[in-house]
């Protein structure tokens, strides 16, 4: 037994050809996941000049989808550039030169960053930690690190993509290995095909019967996934002593649960949509925000903080932003389906807003305050 | 050519820099969390290098040697299928370290959907090599 050399590998799978035009869409791929991995990011810490807005009511639906089905495609595409390249690994000597050292370093990066991305992010939809860090805060930076590392490595190698992707092919000759050079980039393509068909449907309705591998049913109550049940959040059922408190300044307006009934409903249909890529669309019925504020005296254009009953938890609380406190669809909903709300829904109320992260459209409302 | 690689590079630079630094706190933290989060930055490219791309290589020359020319590319592409759909199923089978049940979430018969789907991918893989195009094969 030795150790392989650059030119055992005799297979047309490898070499630039076909890693260019892997390359080619794992780029892409990655692109998407990043640009709406921000927005998403963005949405959570909004930035002063960051503006975000409420229609159409599923963009956020839509963003977060395309982030989680992007990087499940990635997944085949990764270990396919991986393969296209995998001789390199054994290119003799080692390092070449400093610009050489650094190229291989910046590609130990790349790789590292790149797996980090995708298989923190697929266990993290499925609800699943195997790790100790903040899943949130250790994504977003090798986020960073993965695209750094892919603009770097795409500087160094434009020339041989651009050769790669325009040149024309040689005459073919007999595959050596298992598969031809086309071959291999039709079965990257089925890979990459069958894994977004197997998850998709966590996002795309008519899909949700093909997704085997979805991360969401329908057997949740009233039909809608719970992404924190109320045992987790530690609520139980309000009885007859529970206000809403609206809070204006130094002006308190508390409702009771039959009080908010008793005003002007609005029913629409608004989307659930989960930082996991999971979505779900239902039909809400509830006073809208926008209301109440004008009840309590508040101008609009202001933003809203939102509280819950829960006690504690990353996400008790919220701040609804001024475009989303004025839309008339941001609803303080008390009914989903026409029932009333599911204590795992947020009973005795909850906000649902359009486009926005479902940890964001806070259950068990208790107070709403104008900032 | 030469701006456009310049630029890729010192955005690329740039980038690298600040994920760096969202890094750093993180490393900084308790010594728990900094050893897992260096083992899954470094473990992707460590498992690739040495377990799973030498097993695929060594599978690719099992199928060269055993299968005929007709059957090499159907059950390749079959396997790699196989494959990807079985990593994907991962963290839905082992859960070990999940976080609390939630109602509709992650509670599907996996494994059922999982034999299910490599069940259609192989008659897939089947029908392709029954009806491999002879004209193609002949000279």
Not at chain 1, 143 to 148: F, H, I
Not at chain 1, 266 to 281: H, K, N, Y
Not at chain 2, 51 to 73: E, Q
């Given at each position: 037994m030795r150790l392989p050399k650059e030119a055992d590998f005799t297979s047309q799978t490898h070499?630039?050809?076909?890693?260019?035009?892997?390359?080619?869409?794992?780029?892409?791929?990655?692109?998407?996941?990043?640009?709406?991995?921000?927005?998403?990011?963005?949405?959570?810490?909004?930035?002063?000049?960051?503006?975000?807005?409420?229609?159409?009511?599923?963009?956020?639906?839509i963003t977060q989808g395309l982030h989680v089905v992007s990087g499940?495609?990635?997944?085949?595409?990764?270990?396919?550039?991986?393969?296209?390249?995998?001789?390199?690994?054994?290119?003799?000597?080692?390092?070449?030169?400093?610009?050489?050292?650094?190229?291989?370093?910046?590609?130990?990066?790349?790789?590292?960053?790149?797996?980090?991305?995708?298989?923190?992010?697929?266990f993290n939809v499925a609800q699943n930690y195997p790790w100790k860090f903040f899943f949130p805060v250790a994504h977003y930076a090798a986020?960073?690190?993965?695209?750094?590392a892919?603009?770097?490595h795409v500087a160094v190698k434009l020339p041989v993509i651009r050769t790669a992707l325009t040149r024309e092919p040689k005459p073919v000759d007999p595959p050596t290995g298992a598969l031809s050079r086309r071959g291999f980039l039709r079965t990257t393509w089925a890979a990459s095909g069958v894994a977004v068909l197997a998850t998709a449907g966590v996002a795309v309705p008519w899909l949700r019967q093909v997704s085997v591998l979805a991360w969401r049913s329908d057997r949740g109550p009233q039909g809608l996934p719970v992404n924190r049940t109320a045992t987790a959040a530690g609520v139980s059922t309000v009885d007859d002593t529970w206000r809403l408190e609206v809070v204006n300044g130094g002006v308190t307006m508390r409702l009771s649960l039959a009080e908010l009934a008793a005003l002007p409903q609005?029913?629409?249909?608004?989307?659930?949509?989960?930082?996991?890529?999971?979505?779900?669309?239902a039909i809400w019925t509830g006073v809208p925000v926008s209301a109440?504020?004008?009840?309590?005296?508040?101008?609009?254009?202001?933003?809203?903080?939102?509280?819950?009953?829960?006690?504690?938890?990353l996400y008790r609380s919220s701040e609804l932003p001024a475009a989303h406190a004025d839309d008339p669809l941001t609803l303080l909903a008390l009914r989903l389906g026409g029932e009333a709300l599911d204590l795992d829904h947020g009973y005795p109320c909850r906000i649902i807003a359009p486009s926005r992260p479902g940890v964001l459209q806070t259950k068990w409302v208790n107070r709403l305050e104008v900032l | 050519?030469?701006?456009?690689?310049?630029?890729?590079?010192?955005?690329g630079l740039a980038a690298l820099g600040w994920g760096g630094s969202l890094l750093v706190p993180l490393l900084l933290g308790s010594p728990g969390d900094a050893v897992s989060l260096l083992a899954w930055l470094g473990g992707g490219p460590v498992l690739?290098?040495?377990?799973?791309?030498?097993?695929?290589?060594?599978?690719?020359?099992?199928?060269?040697?055993?299968?005929?020319?007709?059957?090499?590319?159907?059950v390749t592409t079959g396997l790699v299928v196989t494959g990807t759909l079985g990593l994907l199923s991962v963290p839905l089978l082992w859960r070990e370290n999940s976080g609390p049940p939630n109602p509709g979430l992650h509670d599907r018969p996996y494994l059922a959907g999982l034999a299910a789907a490599v069940a259609v991918v192989w008659i897939v893989v089947l029908l392709c090599g029954v009806t491999h195009r002879r004209t193609k094969s002949s000279p």
């Open positions: 070499g630039p050809r076909t890693a260019a035009r892997i390359g080619l869409w794992l780029g892409i791929a990655f692109l998407v996941c990043f640009v709406t991995g921000l927005l998403s990011h963005a949405i959570q810490h909004p930035p002063s000049w960051f503006f975000w807005p409420t229609r159409p009511i599923n963009l956020y639906r499940v495609a990635a997944i085949p595409l990764l270990l396919a550039k991986l393969w296209s390249v995998y001789p390199k690994l054994f290119g003799r000597p080692l390092v070449r030169s400093l610009p050489h050292a650094l190229e291989r370093g910046s590609i130990l990066v790349l790789i590292g960053a790149s797996f980090f991305e995708l298989t923190t992010g697929l986020g960073w690190l993965a695209v750094g892919l603009l770097v609005t029913t629409a249909e608004l989307p659930i949509a989960c930082v996991e890529g999971w979505s779900q669309s109440l504020l004008r009840a309590a005296h508040a101008s609009p254009g202001r933003a809203v903080r939102v509280d819950s009953l829960e006690r504690d938890g | 050519m030469r701006v456009l690689r310049v630029v890729l590079a010192v955005l690739h290098d040495l377990l799973l791309a030498p097993a695929v290589a060594l599978l690719g020359t099992v199928i060269v040697r055993a299968l005929s020319p007709r059957w090499r590319g159907p």
